[in-house]
């Protein structure tokens, strides 16, 4: 864990979520390090690495012009978009009530995570080739056993994900990054628990406790497709 002294500008300040940290490389190229956040109790930049390089805090303000709708969400769109957890449709636009599909969810859980290839070989999914944009990141899911697939060997990566299977890969994803979870939680406050298939039980119940899933007007809509939004 590294922490940079850092005193924000006022701007910035008003902004704490937009002060990131960037990984300059021998070429100069920045990445920018997803962990990374200003601790104002520390007056600093912290942020965790396996290796020690070169860093600069940044300051970025992504944003796109459609989230007028999703208030709920755009101050967590804009900071994931400043740390390029994630990306736009195109021209401005998230397309935030638009579903979001299977690869695209898996690829979010690895960036924000930060989740590492393993170096090991895997038997991938027959509908995943080599050529996808995603591949790289089913491949490190499947090596951490987040991703287990439909079924058949299939992970019908384009299709869109509905929300109960959004709490099984976040749960798994959270434990294989190391991150602790509540031993169990109730579903008793959501109208609709009993629609919760089994396999999800478990998953819905430990990221309510953790207040990761807070469900929408007292339900879980677990069988309801996930939004880009709600992603």
């Known amino acids: 864990t590294v922490a940079i002294p850092y005193e924000p500008t006022p701007e910035e300040l008003a ?21 990374g956040r200003y601790d104002a109790a520390a007056d600093a930049v912290v942020f965790r690495t396996t290796h020690f390089s070169t860093y600069a805090v940044a300051y970025v303000v992504k944003s796109f012009g459609d989230l007028a709708g999703v208030p709920w969400a755009q101050k967590a769109i804009e900071a994931m978009a400043s740390r390029d957890v994630i990306a ?3 021209a401005d636009r998230f397309n935030p009530s638009a579903n979001i599909t299977r690869a695209d969810f898996i690829a979010l859980l690895v960036r924000a995570l930060e989740l590492q290839d393993k170096g090991e070989s895997v038997d991938m999914f027959d509908d995943v080739s080599a050529t996808d944009y995603f591949y ?11 991703a287990s697939g439909t079924g058949n060997n299939r992970f ?10 959004m709490m099984v890969l976040a749960e798994r994803a959270l434990a294989a990054a190391g991150k602790t979870l509540p031993a169990e939680g109730s579903l008793d406050r959501f109208a609709d628990a009993g629609d919760v298939a089994g396999y999800a039980r478990a998953s819905a119940g430990r990221l309510a406790a953790a207040g990761i899933v807070s ?5 879980l809509a677990p069988k309801d497709h996930l939004t880009r939004a709600q992603a």
Not at 24 to 35: H, L, S
Not at 136 to 146: D, F, M, P, S, Y
Not at 156 to 165: F, L, M, N, V, W
């Open 15 to 35: 902004n704490p979520d937009h002060i990131v940290i960037w990984y300059i490389d021998g070429q100069g190229r920045a990445t920018a390090v997803p962990n």
């Open 88 to 90: 736009g449709a195109g």
């Open 136 to 146: 790289n990141e089913v491949k490190i899911a499947k090596q951490w056993g987040i």
């Open 156 to 165: 019908e990566p384009k299709a869109s994900i509905t929300r109960q299977d």
């Open 215 to 219: 469900g929408m007007n007292g339900k």
